[in-house]
């Protein structure tokens, strides 16, 4: 089953019934999509041919990229592998995952599409903040995006996900393989540009079934991360998601661009009283820096790349979840 989830359009002001519903989906599901948002389709297809000529080359040529730029098959999973493009600077990340093995021209030019890229990601990510921040009232975007949101960078991964040819399958062969396991993001917001494929799917808020998230012509896909979570006191959620790959005939690739957008580490995340509101309830996430969580999350076996076992809700929650 997919879930229906609601549509913005980024470049129209959003009124108070947007608004509501903006907040409604965040709550509910942790996930929405935004239309005109400036990545144009021709970017996406240029993005996707320089990537594939990557992908394309042996495993011991993308080696040479490192660890902090390429993660190979079989580290989060069999099938997928990821290029890894870091701000603020995305021309300098991106030229020295690739000098090792392309012509000066080729270098340049993928650079280039890299930090054009990253820049428009970067714009859209502030867009989309402030509009959540609206939704709690105008007085919360005026008074702490600025001071909160104003130092946050972001990056973004190149996925390629090999999918296993129908004709190859065996009897005892499974027909949905998991791409990548179930995860929460260790950012503020996501945003996913996803091609026709499909396969994420997110799980339902009382943890028992997954809902499919297709894709739709010229929208891309916005989640919640369990940094924003934790900074709105848990209010807006960060859900379990992964990707799951489907046997075809003819396709044998899954392409998607993940941009992660994240304070930075020596931030200290802590909700204000006014998102924390009145009430019984009160303050469940106790104050900690960004770099100690991301820290834990990379070195917890669990918790190792993007897999869940261990996410905010373990590292910073100071309320009893039962």
């Known amino acids: 089953m997919s879930v229906e989830l609601p549509v913005f359009d980024i470049s129209k002001p959003l009124n108070e019934s947007s608004l509501t519903s903006l907040q409604d989906a965040c709550k509910e599901w942790g996930f929405f999509y935004v239309t005109n948002h400036g990545i144009s389709g021709d970017m996406y297809q240029k993005l996707r041919r320089f990537s594939g000529g990557i992908f394309g080359l042996r495993d011991e040529d993308k080696i040479k990229m490192g660890a902090s730029n390429y993660t190979p098959r079989f580290i989060a999973s069999p099938f997928f592998e990821s290029l890894r493009v870091s701000g603020p600077d995305f021309y300098a990340s991106a030229k020295s995952s690739i000098d090792a093995f392309s012509d000066q021209a080729t270098d340049e030019e993928f650079s280039e599409l890299m930090k054009e890229y990253g ?11 402030k509009a959540i921040l609206s939704s709690f009232g105008e007085d919360l975007h005026h008074k702490y995006y600025k001071s909160e949101f104003g130092n946050c960078h972001g990056y973004f991964r190149i996925n390629n996900y090999t999918i296993p040819l129908e004709q190859d399958h065996q009897e005892d062969d499974v027909d949905l ?78 392409f998607s661009l993940a941009f992660f957008w994240c304070f930075e580490d020596q931030k200290v995340v802590f ?39 261990h996410t905010v809700e373990d590292f910073a929650r100071t309320e009893d979840r039962n």
């Open 271 to 309: 909700a204000p009283d006014e998102v924390v509101g009145g009430g019984e309830r009160g303050r469940v996430f106790r104050s900690f820096k960004c770099g100690d969580y991301l820290r834990f999350r990379e070195s917890n076996e669990k918790g190792k790349f993007e897999k869940v076992g």
């Open 177 to 254: 393989l998991e791409g990548l396991g179930m995860h929460t993001d260790m950012s503020c917001i996501t945003i996913v540009d996803q091609d026709d494929i499909g396969g994420l799917q997110v799980r339902t808020r009382d943890g028992i079934g997954l809902m499919d998230i297709n894709p739709k012509d010229e929208a891309l896909v916005v989640n919640v991360g369990d940094l924003l979570h934790a900074w709105t006191n848990g209010r807006l959620r960060s859900s379990q998601h992964r990707v799951v790959l489907k046997r075809h005939s003819f396709v044998e690739n899954r």
């Open 119 to 129: 820049e428009k990601m970067t714009e859209l990510c502030e867009k989309i903040m």
